[in-house]
Nanobody, 124 residues
């Protein structure tokens, strides 16, 4: 059974850093493309980063490029999202998703396995 579980969310001050994790079970993470998405109240879901299967190539939305870094620990079957220089507008529920394909995408409709999400709040 394919399962994803996010963790690491919380409250952080503007300019601070946070790392959220996406732990996978029931499948090999490096066989799947993995995406990170976020959704703030009243806003559409936004694809912010993804990592492709096998070669680990990455992609970022312009809104987080240069501040966020996605990485994958194959041994631990976990994908991480390191978030630096956080802004209040980064406040959202962050979710990871997986799809059995090679090249990752920032479109949430491409993914068919989802975690429950973790809340990230950036506020002073």
């Amino acid at each position: 059974q394919v399962q994803l579980a996010e963790s690491g969310g919380g409250l952080v001050q503007p300019g601070g850093s946070l790392r959220v994790s996406c732990a996978a079970s029931g499948f090999r993470l490096d066989d799947y493309a993995i995406g990170w998405f976020r959704q703030a109240p009243g806003k559409e879901r936004e694809g912010i980063s993804c990592i492709s299967a096998v070669d680990g190539s990455t992609n970022y939305a312009d809104s987080v490029k240069g501040r966020f870094t996605i990485s994958r620990d194959n041994a631990g079957n976990t994908v991480y999202l390191q978030m630096n220089s956080l802004k209040p507008e980064d406040t959202a529920v962050y979710s990871c998703a997986a799809v059995l394909t090679f090249r990752c995408s920032l479109w949430y409709t491409e993914y068919n396995f989802w975690g429950q999400g973790t809340q990230v709040t950036v506020s002073s």
